[in-house]
């Protein structure tokens, strides 16, 4: 059963990344002391960046075990491992090259220039096998049911690499599929399905700026995941919206009534 969505107001870009970057600690935390290890996946952006920024800031880094903690991505450019447009590398440079979120246990994406080759099928199917091996023993699915999957959305209502009226919305046949003709280069890329992404106990959807408001404001309306694609993700026991004023400036008064100053 999909949890429906909340809506989280923050002031500013600034307030959202250092509010999303608590909540993290506090969920990471508490999967650690209910499930031993905790799962948590990424997607990149520039609001993402900030919130990566706004973790390795934080003064309650002590409050999670990263040794205890699995780090997968929602989504990766496939392009070689040294590539700039590589979802992780800011991650790895923001995060998990330092200390204490090096000592977290990372699952990347393959690369185009892995032992697999640029065969971007089988790095799917190598990642859906990763995914596979990674459960804990009390995931009921395929794969981890993610304790938290912090979602980006692009100003096309886009989510991971699921673009709207792309065949990758619709292909449900394994937990990680390849996605050809993106309709933002790089082309060839690898995503989370929403058979995938959907396992999550919680998918937060962060959204920052004027662009982005017109996307909250129809996947928060009723539009359906061929339209809007992030309407479609909805973790099993929450969905949270997190967004700043700025991307809730569309939304209508029933959802959102915002301060007068």
């Known amino acids: 059963m999909a949890a429906a969505p909340e809506l989280i107001v923050q002031h500013d870009a600034e307030d959202l990344a250092l509010d999303v970057a608590a909540r993290t600690l506090a969920t990471l935390a508490h999967a650690q002391q209910t499930r031993g290890r905790a799962a948590l996946a990424l997607t990149a952006g520039s609001i993402m960046e900030a919130v990566w920024s706004a973790l390795a800031a934080s003064s309650s880094n002590d409050a999670v075990d990263w040794s205890r903690v699995d780090v997968f991505w929602a989504d990766e450019r496939f392009v070689p491992a040294d590539s700039p447009d590589r979802n992780d590398g800011p991650a790895k440079k923001i995060l998990f090259s330092n200390e204490p979120f090096s000592a977290a246990r990372l699952f990347p994406m393959p690369t185009s220039d892995s032992p697999l080759g640029d065969d971007l099928d089988a790095a799917a199917r190598f990642y859906a096998d990763q995914l596979r091996q990674a459960r804990r023993p009390d995931d009921p699915q ?84 061929t339209q ?27 959802r959102y009534d915002p301060p007068i100053a």
């Not at 390849?178 to 933002?184: A, G, L, T």
């Open 142 to 225: 395929d794969q981890p049911s993610f304790d938290v999957v912090l979602l980006g959305v692009g100003p096309d209502g886009h989510c991971a690499s699921l673009f709207p009226e792309h065949p990758g919305l619709y292909d449900d046949s394994s937990t990680v599929i390849p996605v050809r003709n993106s309709p933002k280069p790089p082309p060839n890329r690898i995503s989370l399905s929403f058979a995938g992404l959907n396992a999550a106990r919680e998918i937060w959807v962060v959204a920052s700026g004027e662009s982005k408001a017109e996307a909250v404001a129809m996947a928060l309306g009723g539009a359906g995941r």
């Open 228 to 254: 809007i694609p992030s309407a479609g993700a909805q973790g099993t026991k929450r969905t949270l919206w997190l967004v700043d004023r700025a991307a809730a400036s569309k939304l209508p008064a029933h």
